[in-house]
């Protein structure tokens, strides 16, 4: 296999709202096509990515990925990698920040799991 497989899943409900929890897959200050207006819930199941460096960023969506809610550290991914990462956390207050964390639950290799969980704060918008 010369190729990585990810599964993403935004399990992050914080908003009142399911279009309040959109966000877009950020590279670089671009949104990644295919990754954007991901709803709570939305699962991306068997990504087909090649083996690289990745550093990604998740965004607010529309903010043309200038209102980052989680910043993850550059990761690597090696042909046959198998990853599951999810984006989860919960609603502290009404209009206040929220705790969020990505996790993964399989596939990461020891090395990569110094960057996750990764802990970041997000403002509601």
């Known amino acids: 296999v010369s190729q ?3 599964t993403l899943g935004h399990l992050a409900p914080f908003a ?3 279009e309040g929890t959109a966000v877009d897959v950020c590279a670089g200050n671009a949104p990644v096509p295919g990754l954007t207006n991901i709803q709570y819930s939305d699962i991306f199941a068997n990504l087909v990515l090649s083996p690289d ?3 990604l ?6 903010s043309n990925c200038q209102t ?3 910043d993850l550290p550059p990761f690597r991914l090696k042909a046959g990698d ?3 990462a999810f984006a989860i956390g919960y609603q502290l207050t009404p ?5 969020v964390e990505v996790i993964s639950t399989t596939g990461l290799r020891p090395a990569y799991e110094l960057y996750l969980p990764t802990i970041a704060r997000m403002v509601a918008q």
């Open 68 to 70: 980052v809610a989680i």
């Open 95 to 99: 209009g206040g920040a929220f705790p």
């Open 53 to 55: 460096i990745y550093d």
């Open 57 to 62: 960023a998740i965004a607010v969506h529309g």
């Open 4 to 6: 990585a497989l990810v």
């Open 82 to 84: 198998i990853v599951n």
């Open 16 to 18: 009142a709202t399911a």
